[in-house]
């Protein structure tokens, strides 16, 4: 086999397994949530690693954030990849004000089922014969046992199929919007081991050429 073709073989494996690396379940924090497909780290990880509407953020606080169309900023304490849910809180820690501003209807996420409840808000600034002016929520998915939780749901992708499976999910060869189950990756130290034997052995390839090249130039 050519030795120019065996080295750039292996410099592309390389490269694909650094790639690969780039998707790698992440976290912000020690005790944050795994951060994986539909979901991606932005400034940290390329497009490709989420699905559109699924970027998450690392606050200074190593804090897992999520940012709705709306500006409204909410932290994330557990996804749930199985059953497709996310409970979130407040960084306040005064749910019922970003309330006031939520809408849901240009993001992937929903209201999830549990703990739908009605509830009323009024607005304590307007003078008392104004309080009839209000906004209510109807089946509010509020928990009322953890006031402070939000529970979040999405349909798309639909990836709960391959958790179910004890697979991973990701976007299928270079599209934006079909999915594919894929077999869980061994563990980062592992893919870090192969990607550094992989980089001896080229460098050594390298090496030989070079001293074949400058042998037979001598002669």
């Not at 992440?26 to 991606?40: L, Q, V």
């Not at 999830?112 to 009024?122: I, S």
């Not at 894929?182 to 460098?203: N, Q």
């Amino acid at each position: 086999m050519n030795l120019s073709f065996l080295l750039l073989f292996v410099l592309v494996l390389v490269g694909r397994g650094v790639g690969l690396n780039e998707c790698q379940e992440s976290r912000c924090g020690k005790h944050g949530p795994p951060i994986r497909f539909p979901f991606r780290l932005k400034n940290r990880q390329p497009e490709f690693c989420g699905f559109p509407g699924f970027d998450l953020s690392c606050t200074e606080t190593q804090d897992t954030l999520l940012e709705l169309p709306t500006s409204v900023k909410l932290y994330i304490n557990t996804i749930d990849y199985a059953s497709q849910v996310i409970f979130a809180s407040d960084p306040n820690n005064c749910l019922p004000r970003q309330l006031l501003n939520f809408n849901l209807s240009n993001s992937p996420f929903k209201f999830g089922e549990r703990f739908q409840y009605d509830y009323v808000f009024f607005n304590l600034a307007l003078p008392l014969h104004l309080v009839r002016r209000c906004i209510t929520f109807h089946q509010f998915p509020w928990n009322s046992s953890a006031e402070t939780i939000l529970h979040l749901k999405w349909s798309k992708p639909a990836c709960g199929f391959c958790e179910a499976q004890d697979k991973y999910c990701r976007l299928k060869n270079s599209t934006r919007f079909e999915t594919e189950c894929f077999d869980k990756p061994k563990s980062s130290r592992g893919i870090g081991i192969k990607l550094m034997a992989a980089g001896e052995l080229a460098i050594y390839l390298l090496n030989c050429h070079l001293k074949l090249c400058y042998i037979a130039s001598a002669n």
